[in-house]
């Protein structure tokens, strides 16, 4: 019963007999093992022994599971079939492993390096059958190990991989078909060139990469997890580079095998249902075939069709690509320049072919863009390992290929590109008329520094002028991902505002000159000269600019977003309770008597308004937005524009309508936001059913009733200290006055709110009743609180 048992479990052996087996692991040179008779490891997971599979005459010595024996793992004599059942193994005196037919002829023969004096030959619990001294069980004494020459099967502690001194490859060979263990057309193996990365391919062709090893994983097999049957590690050394993985638990079968059809298939065993589960497989789909897109090509499974260019490509062939034919992959838009290029980021990509990398441990990204940098032929680099936030460095030197998008999982890439094309794509994105507008202010620039610098008439002259730290575009770039929209703020007055992380892990905010604003690089020049030169704790911080093609300036990033986010939202209002809007409203006041008067220039803002204050993490005030700012002289009060610009609601009569401005405007404006804190209401187009006034109409009429309270937002009724909030309604009130005269300057703003002194009695406000007429010309036009310009001829 047992005998047939053990007979009907061996199905593909011609013949199988379980009674002859002594359970015995190792043969010493006086011992053989015949054809019917195995070797068992001692832990019984392993069995060796003869097999035939499909063809019963071709007899093959091999390696099986135990409980499994149709899974053979390893085969000796794959190329040379032994005739019929006549096979014999034995150790030889000098050490080597010899499989003899019949006649007693050599079949296949392992080769011992070196003789030593008592050979035996075991097979070990891992499934290695190994030649060793029987005095030594040291595997690094091995003579001899079937661990070394794997055929299509990968167990646990086997090593797929090189050996650098000798240069032995150890990979894997598919059979020819599941009835044939003769070398089939695929292998698996380790490409040492450039960083390594593990090759599938049909004869000389590649069919799939790993990509190379992030420190993770392969970054061509984002699946491949921490997971509870198996661990997995890639060896880089000086001796050895090679992958391997282990089991977790002992009672745990799980192999990785390449199949006949060149699928690279990872099974595990299940006792319940007595079958092998397929755990994880590859290729796995179209973009997973090697170079599916060609060069510069991104394959992405969910798109359709799969393949496009990577951004700043063409289809090298257009009619090819548009057929479907993507083997000639893509070109560069733009032709590099060397030492003009930036680098881009791309993100979530399987990285390229690394055959042509190289490769530094100990590098990290910055060093690894610097070189890069230095080297024409260098077209992208990436990080080596992305694990505890990135280290080592990867370069590339030829055409990047074999690239994939995945929609999570995969890497930062950083492509060399044409600093020509950061600023094409960016122009496209806003309208190909800021280009050449920015182009022509560079020239008449260069001009301008030429007739005053007969000299030294470079345009890097410009960047003396300024105490502040200059940031590469490319970095900016790499910074907010390439000015992705998912990292834009919001829209300025002046352009876009992106939110980035410097390589430091430094957020910053960055605001992106736009260039269809008339008022582009002159305002953009006043703010850097004015920030960079004021520091106070409700300003915002600027941090640094950029003056290439795109003008950036880099400021420190406040959490919190803008005051108007909060006081117009109906339920972000709610945040703001009383003392934190009274605190608002002097954080304000105090920053604006520091540009009026404190810092050494003297500025006026000229855009005091809810969106210019952003809140940082404690909801104080940072002011914000200086590009409409004026210096004036020390003894110069107010000055005339012929230009008008700043926001309707906040901007005061004489100089909406004469275009005189002083620091009392800027008071005007404070005022409004004021009444704006306390209200929750906007000025512009406020709406009120009794009368037609504005906010500030309104406020001033409640004021006259007695009925200043009225005005409160009804959300801060309960937090509200009712003597604070009629001191900042009446502060409010005296600051939009008509006249500009009778407004108190900022220092006196700050005096009256810190402290109970009387305070006289407000005028009649400027524009209280007017939906004014500029207002009504603009307002169907413009989006809200945008920041206007008035020409006057
Ligand atoms: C043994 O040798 C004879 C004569 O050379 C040959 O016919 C026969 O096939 C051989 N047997 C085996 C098992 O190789
Ligand atoms: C292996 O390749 C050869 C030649 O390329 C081909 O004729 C044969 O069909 C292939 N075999 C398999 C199993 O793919
Ligand atoms: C890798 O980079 C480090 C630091 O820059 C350097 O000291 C080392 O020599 C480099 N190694 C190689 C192999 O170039
Ligand atoms: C650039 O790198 C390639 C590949 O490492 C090297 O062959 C070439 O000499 C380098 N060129 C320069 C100018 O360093």
Known sequence: ????????????????????????????TDQSIRDGENLLSAGGTFELGFFSAGDPRKRYLGIWYKKIATTIVWVANRVAPLADASGTLRVTTHGSLVLLDGNGSDIWLSNAPIPVRNPVAQLLDSGNLV??????????????????????????????GRNRRSGFNHHLTSWKSINDPSPGNFTFQLDPNGYPQELLKQGSDIKFSTGPWNGLRWSGIPNLNPNPYYSYEF?????????????LNSWVISRMILMPNGMLQRFTWIDRTQGWTLYISCPIDQCDNYASCGAYGSCRVDTSPVCRCLKGFVPRFSQEWDILDWSNGCVRRNALDCEKDIFVKYSRLKLPDTRSSWFNESMNLQECEVVCMKNCSCMAYSNLD??????????WFDKLIDIREYSDYGQDLYIRMAKHELVMGLAVSFGSVFLILVLTIRVLQCKKKKMKLPEGDSCENQKEDLELPLFDLSTVA??????????????GGFGPVYKGVLRGGQIIAVKMLSKNSRQGL???????????????????????????????????FVPNRSLDSFLFDPTQREQLDWSTRFNIINGIARGLLYLHQDSRLRIIHRDIKANNVLLDCEMNPKISDFGL??????????ANTNRVVGTYGYMSPEYALDGVFSTKSDVFSYGVLVLEIVSGKRNRGFRHPDHDHNLLGHAWRLFTEGRSMQLLDQLVENSCSTSEALRSIHIGLLCVQRCPDDRPSMSTVVMMLGSDIELPLPKEPGFFNERNLLQENTSQSQPNEMTMTVLYA
């Open 235 to 247: 060896v880089l050394n000086e001796e050895e580079m090679y992958y391997r993985y282990e089991l």
């Open 1 to 28: 019963m047992k005998a047939f048992a053990a007979l009907s479990m061996c199905l593909v052996l011609f013949s199988c007999n379980a009674l002859l087996s002594n359970a015995l692991d190792t043969i010493a």
């Open 522 to 556: 002159h305002e953009f020049k006043n703010e850097v000269l004015y920030v960079s030169k004021l520091q106070h704790r409700n300003l915002v911080k600027l941090l640094g600019c950029c003056i290439e093609e795109e003008k950036l300036l880099i400021y420190e």
């Open 131 to 160: 030649v060793r001294d029987a005095e030594g069980s040291d595997p690094n004494t091995f003579l001899w190990q079937s661990f070394d020459y794997p055929t299509d099967t990968l167990v646990a502690g086997m090593k797929l």
């Open 386 to 395: 992305i694990r505890n936030g990135g280290s080592g460095c990867l370069l």
């Open 629 to 638: 700012a004026k210096s004036f002289a020390g003894n110069e009060t107010q």
């Open 478 to 491: 790499i910074a907010t991902n390439y000015f992705s929209s998912d990292n834009k703020l919001g829209e």
